[in-house]
């Protein structure tokens, strides 16, 4: 495993720069140890198609050894095999098994989706967390994911049928007009939004980092703002969004959520799940309810994240 110094020397200057600004020296170096990690494959169990325990049954007699997620009874990380491996398995082609970052399943278990609720997806390729909340859902309800990009709506399309997430309309539109078009018609919001993806750097994948740079940090808090404002709009008063990224940086997750708490009529609400790669969201030169906020750290596991909830009053 390469150390700290070598992370520092592989990684953008201003990332490392802004890393070390945003963070104290020992979470930093922890991040930076953390994109070093050989990450485990992780899966969810699609319970609109089948179960923990049938999928436990199946990988037991493919010798594929697991492990169960503290925090999600659906969730498995797989010990002994990868990706390539879990999709030669009719459980993966019929739809069965999700292949899905523990990080990526966070933003729905915070969002808590309930039977009979009507929710937004606003930016929802390619369906991780669609699909996830249709199975918490148990298919009752409505679920608009919306996708602005052509070939990632069809992909979009393409899970969401796989996975027989029958209360899915799917829409290929620009995601700031959403709230245009759908004012106040949503009971909850889930905003995942693009972003610079510096949860997922991993050192010795050039192709993971290359194309940071502040200028488009800067760019992306742009456009997050404006989709914030869609999201917004859309929501009920009394309704409940969470905003999420896989990107670490203040920019785009504390100052994001400042900005909103500034323009718009929101509270921010507790975060109740708890696991080793969970800190809190800072809250110095921001609203200190923003610390309710989390961020979780890149591990073996997980992939750096941001996460906070918040409720329209």
């Not at 602005?148 to 796989?162: F, G, P, S, T």
């Not at 972003?195 to 993971?208: P, Y």
């Not at 609400?269 to 750290?297: M, P, Q, R």
Request: net charge neutral.
């Amino acid at each position: 495993m390469a150390s700290i110094m070598q992370a520092k020397m592989k990684l953008p200057v201003d990332f490392i720069q802004n890393l070390y600004t945003d963070f104290n020296k020992k979470t930093a170096d922890k991040i930076l140890l953390g994109m070093q990690e050989e990450r485990y494959t992780t899966l969810r169990v699609n319970t609109l198609k089948s179960s923990i325990a049938n999928v436990k049954d199946i990988l037991d007699k493919n010798s594929i050894e697991y492990e169960q997620v503290e925090f999600y009874a659906d969730a498995l990380i797989i010990k002994s095999a990868n990706e390539k491996d879990l999709a030669k398995l009719d459980l993966y082609k019929n739809g069965e098994i999700y292949l899905q970052s523990l990080s990526s399943m966070i933003p729905v278990l915070v969002l808590d989706p309930k039977k009979g609720e009507s929710i937004l997806d606003l930016t929802a390729a390619p369906g991780s967390k669609t699909t996830q909340m249709a199975g918490m859902m148990q298919n009752e309800g409505y679920i608009l994911a919306n996708e602005i990009d052509k070939i990632r709506c069809d992909r979009l399309k393409h899970n969401v049928e796989l996975l027989g997430a029958k209360i899915v309309e799917v829409s290929n539109n620009d995601g700031t007009n959403i709230g245009k078009n759908y004012n106040e018609k949503f009971d909850k919001v889930l905003l995942d939004t693009p972003c610079s993806g510096e949860g997922r750097f991993v050192l010795e994948d050039e192709k993971s980092y290359c194309k940071w740079s502040n200028e488009l940090v800067k760019n992306l808090s742009n456009l997050q703002k404006e989709l914030f404002k869609s999201a917004y709009n859309s929501l009920k008063k009394g309704g409940i969004m969470v905003y999420s990224t896989c990107t670490l940086n203040k920019e785009e997750n504390e100052k994001i959520i400042n900005w909103a708490l500034q323009n718009f009529t929101l509270e921010v609400l507790d975060i109740n799940l708890k696991f080793n790669e969970c800190t809190k969201a800072s809250n110095k030169g921001v609203n200190k309810d923003i610390e309710k906020g989390v961020k979780i750290l890149p591990s073996n596991r997980m992939e750096g994240f941001f996460v906070c909830k918040l409720i329209k009053v």
